[in-house]
């Protein structure tokens, strides 16, 4: 299994250029099998789950190349099934986002249970409840989950999510697009990702109004054409590298940012004392100039402070003298990484869904272990401060999230190897 090999660096400088988001591909690469047509899909990150998803595509029966670096073009026309391959859905829970998009097309679609995830048991219920308004019979059996729409199809109706829901709000949204009549989203989670994937089906021809609101409205068309689209930047790997030059006290530039998407982030760190500026060329973070000083955090649905944050901010929080507490609302067992913060010499407790941490202490180097993929990245964040060096494996966490995380890191200064056992 392969593994990075981290080592003490000094104060992270230079310049980072923000990859497309993760979080924002996935869905838009399932919004292709809406149409008989192209899509093209522009600042592609090179990662793992981007590379599952192609797979799923293709077994479907769709065609994907890469005219130029970054760019997929999609082409779903010869779309042969409605299941989707066991081996390769279980990869990935954001597979799942097939579904939505299958039974809109195809009015029917058969996919596996996504897996458990370490950071908690993560349902599925809000999308199948979304699934079920629309008209759709839905079947659980052998951890498989189908829905057939019935024979007029889907038709638009109001669906309250109990919990502001990324996923199931993705789903729903790619589910209502064609059906007849108009659909309601309420309580609908109001992520950047989720405005991406709506302007990219509004340029393929979908009534797609409010998304970015807690209220989101879908007028129902005939059919989707193609279209050209840029994923935004993702702000959680903005976020990952604002800690980054934060933890190690360096000054790092930003590029390609909204910074509208990272708003809490750069509150809480300005709270700590980390300068943070935005300017033309971007994002300035200056965590040299100031004592740092402790602060809370409490996850929350966007526009909250990111749950994806919450492992990373927690790392720099142990370098940062006095007590901080950090509260999980989103995920039932983020805490993951608190163990192995805590093999490296930080003082952390839980108690139910709060940390406390007492900051200040010097970490060293240890053998740790990537629970999940921001914990995968908060450890390695330890590493950089932590003295000798910091092993850690399963780092195909990181691997499945992060673009070219480890030549990122070098270029800023850091010393980060990755060896195969
Ligand atoms: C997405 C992000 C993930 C991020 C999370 C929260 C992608 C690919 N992943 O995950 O990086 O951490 O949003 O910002 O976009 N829930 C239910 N029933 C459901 C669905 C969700 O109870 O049907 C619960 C979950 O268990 C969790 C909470 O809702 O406690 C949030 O989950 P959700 O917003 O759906 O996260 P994902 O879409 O899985």
Do not use: W
């Not at 130029?68 to 081996?87: F, H, P, Q, R």
């Not at 750069?266 to 040299?288: M, N, P």
């Amino acid at each position: 299994m392969a593994k990075f090999l981290v080592q003490k660096c000094d104060p992270l400088h230079g310049e980072i250029h923000i990859s497309g988001a993760k979080n924002a591909i996935l869905p838009l690469m399932a919004a292709a099998i809406l149409t008989e047509d192209h899509c093209v899909i522009s600042d592609v990150p090179e990662l793992k789950d981007v590379t599952v998803m192609e797979k799923i595509l293709e077994s479907l029966g769709g065609k994907i190349h890469t005219p130029e670096e970054s760019i997929l073009d999609i082409d779903m026309s010869g779309l042969k099934t409605n299941v989707a391959d066991y081996e390769l859905v279980r990869k990935m829970r954001a597979s799942f986002f097939i579904m939505g998009p299958l039974l809109g097309r195809t009015g029917r679609a058969k996919v596996h249970m996504p897996g458990g995830c370490t950071i908690g048991a993560r349902p599925i219920d809000l999308h199948l409840k979304g699934f079920k308004a629309l008209g759709a019979e839905v079947i659980v059996k052998d951890y498989y989950v189908e829905a057939i729409a019935p024979p007029e199809g889907l038709t638009g109706a109001a669906v309250y999510l109990d919990f502001p829901s990324v996923g199931a709000t993705e789903n729903i949204m790619m589910a209502a697009v064609c059906a007849t009549g108009t659909t309601y989203i309420i309580n609908a989670a109001e992520e950047p990702e989720i405005v991406d994937l709506a302007n990219f089906l509004n340029k393929m021809g979908a009534r797609v109004k409010g998304a970015g609101t807690d209220n989101i409205k879908i007028e129902g068309v005939e059919s989707l054409h193609g279209a050209e689209h840029t994923v935004i930047p993702d702000r959680i790997e903005t976020g990952t590298f604002m800690l980054a030059a934060a933890i190690t006290r360096g000054q790092v530039l930003i590029t390609n940012v909204v910074p509208d998407h990272i708003k809490p982030i750069t509150a809480k760190l300005r709270e700590c004392g980390v300068i943070v500026e935005v300017s033309d060329e971007g994002l300035y973070v200056i965590a040299d100039q100031n004592e740092l000083t402790a602060t809370n955090i409490k996850t929350l649905p966007y526009p909250g402070f990111p749950t994806d944050i919450q492992s990373p901010f927690m790392a720099f929080l142990t370098t940062v003298e006095g007590a901080s507490t950090v509260i999980e609302t989103v995920f039932e067992n983020r805490f993951m990484h608190v163990a192995e913060l805590n093999r490296m010499g930080a003082n952390i407790r839980i108690d139910g869904n709060k940390a406390m941490i007492q900051g200040g202490k010097k970490l060293e180097g240890a053998q740790v272990i990537a629970t999940d993929l921001r914990a995968g990245a908060a450890l390695a964040l330890a590493g950089l401060v932590a003295d000798g060096t910091t092993e850690i494996s399963e780092i195909y966490h990181i691997e499945r999230g992060y673009d070219n995380f480890i030549s990122k890191f070098k270029s800023l200064g850091a010393n980060i190897l990755r060896i195969d056992d």
